[in-house]
């Protein structure tokens, strides 16, 4: 429905709109669309930072390439520039309505136009930092409710595709186990089981069945999925997530996988640093380290004084220790503002200049082969 809905949209010369809570697929369906009909689709993160000038040049490359440009989160852009875009992309419509060849955009200048053009805007409604769209931009986009997804037919599609024979079996337990966790696990902040941690659990179970094909796929589907959420469960849920585990692949146990070196290591540096390695402490450095080999973004949660600092400083040590060099570049968001944080755009020259985050970034991706980096924001978590 939401490919027949963006389709009709197109030919009235309108844009997109996804809208729907996170994990809905708004995105991923407008890219899929897009690879479908063999078009190229653009994504731009959208921010409180963006104004008219910028995102009238985005709208200019996208007319005169024919592309179609995805804009994320655009309820995030200020009320006061979400007017002067509504009249940016009137003009790019109407041109389009008009089959012209070339059209003089808001600021005068003169471009040349392939029809193939389309916008697509998704918005997350209700979080914090959030706008109203304007009557006038509502107008030029077709509006599309998204609704959860059938989680079970993409878990058994994905466990098909990775080699999973019992990919009928494995899909239904896996989808009522992580109901059961939405239903029972207390309801903390951090806490995902919806679709982007379900896709991060298939990507990594397609490499563990790959690299033991001998192996059992309950014991292999039950060691990735305790292993990639057990770090994030609170001591309260630990056992009840474990007992739901045992209650679905009853008579099935899996031993821990043990890193002798990585351990060896760790307890060498502890003993360097004068730290105590307490017992669960030392789990949690290897949960940070299994956690590292899967994912490229990780949160490190905790109150104050819980060793979070020290154990990414004790687990990066180690891997040098063992083989795999390194780098941390460590800062603190909330000392600086969000321009200097990630760049801002001079208001006179329509220049970019890079923040500080934006810097290590830049240098992390250059640095020397060999060494990883890992950029560390020890700071609050929030939204803005």
Request: proline share 5%; glycine share 8%; charged share 25%.
């Amino acid at each position: 429905r939401c490919y027949i809905t963006l389709a009709q949209a197109l030919g009235l010369y309108l844009g997109g709109a996804p809208a729907g809570p996170a994990g809905t697929g708004k995105t991923e369906t407008t890219k899929d669309l897009g690879r479908t009909l063999g078009k190229y689709v653009v994504v731009f993160n959208c921010s409180d930072q963006m104004d008219y000038r910028g995102l009238g040049k985005i709208y200019k490359g996208l007319a005169q390439s024919g592309s179609w440009g995805c804009f994320d989160e655009f309820n995030r852009i200020e009320l006061e520039v979400l007017s002067v875009v509504a009249q940016q992309v009137l003009c790019v419509l109407t041109a389009c309505r008009d089959h012209r060849k070339t059209f003089t955009f808001t600021d005068g200048s003169e471009c040349k136009l392939l029809p193939t053009v389309g916008f697509f805007i998704t918005m997350n409604p209700g979080y914090a930092g959030r706008q109203e769209l304007p009557e006038n931009l509502k107008a030029l986009f077709r509006s599309v409710a998204m609704m959860v997804p059938d989680r079970q037919i993409i878990m058994r599609v994905k466990l098909a595709a990775s080699g999973f024979q019992e990919n009928m079996v494995l899909a239904k337990k896996f989808f009522i186990l992580y109901r059961l966790c939405e239903e029972q696990l207390s309801k903390q902040r951090h806490y995902d089981f919806g679709l982007r941690n379900i896709l991060s659990v298939l990507r990594t179970l397609g490499p563990a069945k790959r690299n033991n094909p001998s192996a059992s796929e309950t014991q292999i589907f039950m060691r990735v999925v305790r292993d990639m959420n057990l770090s994030k469960l609170t001591d309260e849920d630990e056992p009840l997530f474990l007992s739901l585990l045992d209650d679905l692949f009853p008579g099935q146990t899996v031993g821990k996988e043990s890193y002798p070196q990585l351990e060896a290591a760790i307890a060498k540096d502890v003993e360097k640093n004068k730290l105590i390695l307490a017992p669960d402490w030392k789990l949690k450095v290897i949960q940070l380290y299994e956690t590292a080999r899967v994912r490229w973004g990780i949160m490190v949660l905790g109150p104050s004084w819980a060793g979070k600092s020290s154990c990414i400083n004790t687990l990066t040590a180690a891997m040098g220790d063992c083989g795999e060099p390194h780098k941390l570049f460590r800062m603190n968001p909330k000392a600086i503002t969000a321009p200097q944080m990630f760049g801002r755009l001079d208001p006179a020259t329509n220049d970019w200049t890079d923040g500080i985050f934006a810097k290590l970034w830049r240098r992390a991706c250059t640095w020397k082969k060999g060494e990883k980096v890992w950029i560390v924001l020890d700071g609050p978590v929030d939204a803005i």
